[in-house]
């Protein structure tokens, strides 16, 4: 089936999201949303990696031995990976300090792989660019919506900046700082998405 | 050439790996003074901080001058490991860099003590990488802010003269409190913390700048 740029770019964000639809990368959503600052830091590095390893892998689909295939993806996704972690820590070096250990992570995150797998490898190099940005800025979109209630219902404070007279008409949750609480947020959110936002696609 | 073919394979991944090792070696090398740079204004920064230092600018000369104008640093040698030693020209407060195992990964810190050992006048931590959100709450304010004017309880267990998170007696001057959520970081700083202490005791007992009979034994309350 051929695709048209608008058609990737929507199924993406909207219709395929990557994490209401596919239930991928969610383990740095579960990670990653109790804080807003450190979720945008990692949507930035999803988006940079998910972009370029789609195009690159696209660009070497018809060199790549089938067999090696995955390994190629690993090494370059991974590569890719490597070059946010140093741009980060040269040129915004205190936010490196906070979601550091989380960059590396990204390697593991599945989106990538399964956009690879699943698109890039089958597909034109710019469709695969545009696929991989959808997929970020898909995946970018749940996340920071969690992150905008998971921080305050925590924290009290939002981009780390405390809600007026906090203590006055707020307890913190504490379960919303860790990972129960976005299994809760997650669970809410894709329940409400697959209800009312998407298509149930009929076979 | 046969795609499939062992020959095509291996010439295949070494050129990927040379290409991509490259592009790699590549950015880290043009961001390498960029890295330094941030790295060594980072450490004086949080000197500055913990020496509670007053600094006219934000650059980094501004830091180093604050730091060559009112601490002495020396490296001392014991028992085969280097100990980075600051000292307040001022007030005789001494501080040492400190690193020890937390829950993920190394953690490492300068903390200061006073001039006779007996309480911490302040704590920073330079490195860390505990989970966002929970362990790595160490660095801020208000977690710091306990261990100003602590005391260090030297005639207690050598791994209770700080004590992190609940102890029998609360009110404890050697006490601070835990991070909540964060109970793994909070025991293992505990323990690295004290040993750390007890080791530089040692170097300090070494050097003979003190004798430890003239390091107060504080009292719990």
Not at chain 1, 22 to 49: D, P, W, Y
Not at chain 1, 51 to 75: C, E
Not at chain 1, 110 to 139: H, T, W
Not at chain 1, 156 to 170: E, H, K, V
Request: aromatic share 10%; charged share 20%.
């Amino acid at each position: 089936m051929a695709y048209t740029p608008k058609q990737v770019f929507l199924n993406g964000i909207w219709q395929d999201n990557p994490i209401y639809r596919q239930v991928l990368g969610i383990c740095s959503t579960l990670a990653v949303t109790n804080l807003l600052a450190n979720t945008l830091f990692m949507c930035f590095g999803l988006i940079f990696t998910t972009a370029l390893s789609n195009l690159t892998i696209s660009l070497l689909r018809d060199y790549t031995p089938k067999r090696i295939r995955m390994i190629i993806q690993v090494l370059i996704i991974a590569c890719y990976v490597m070059m946010v972690d140093i741009f980060i820590k040269a040129l915004a070096p205190d936010i490196h300090r906070f979601i550091g250990p989380y960059v590396g992570l990204i390697i593991t995150n599945c989106i990538i792989m399964g956009r690879a797998e699943a698109f890039a490898s089958q597909n034109k190099p710019l469709l695969s660019l545009f696929d991989g940005i959808a997929s970020g800025v898909g995946y970018s979109l749940v996340l920071i919506f969690i992150a905008s209630i998971r921080e305050p219902l925590g924290f009290g404070s939002i981009l780390g900046i405390t809600l007026p007279a906090r203590d006055l008409w707020w307890h913190s949750w504490i379960i919303m700082v860790m990972p129960p609480g976005a299994f809760f947020m997650l669970g809410m959110f894709t329940w409400f998405a697959r209800r009312w936002l998407t298509k149930e696609v009929k076979r | 050439m046969k795609k499939t073919s062992p020959a095509y394979i291996l010439g295949f991944m070494i050129i990927i790996c040379t290409v991509f090792g490259t592009a790699i070696s590549s950015v880290h090398y043009a961001t390498l003074n960029m890295l330094i740079k941030n790295e060594k204004l980072h450490k004086n920064r949080s000197i500055c901080r913990v020496f509670n230092l007053s600094v006219t600018g934000a650059s980094a000369d501004a830091f180093q001058k604050a730091i060559d104008d009112n601490i002495s640093h020396e490296q001392v040698t014991y028992e085969g490991r280097t100990w980075e030693v600051y000292k307040q020209k001022e007030t005789g407060n001494i501080g040492f860099v400190f690193s020890g195992t937390g829950f993920w990964d190394r953690i490492s810190g300068i903390i200061i003590l006073s001039a006779d050992l007996s309480k911490i006048v302040n704590i920073q931590f330079l490195d860390q990488k505990e989970t966002p959100g929970l362990g790595a709450r160490i660095e801020e304010g208000w977690f710091i802010d306990q261990f100003k004017g602590i005391s260090i309880a030297w005639d207690q267990p050598a791994d209770k003269r700080i004590i992190v998170g609940p102890a029998p007696i609360p009110s404890a001057k050697n006490r601070v409190d835990a991070i909540t959520g964060a109970t793994q970081t909070s025991l293992a700083l505990m323990k690295f913390l004290n040993s750390e202490l007890e080791a530089f005791r040692a170097v300090i007992k070494e050097r003979g700048e003190k004798k430890m009979s003239e390091v107060p034994s504080p009292s719990l309350e």
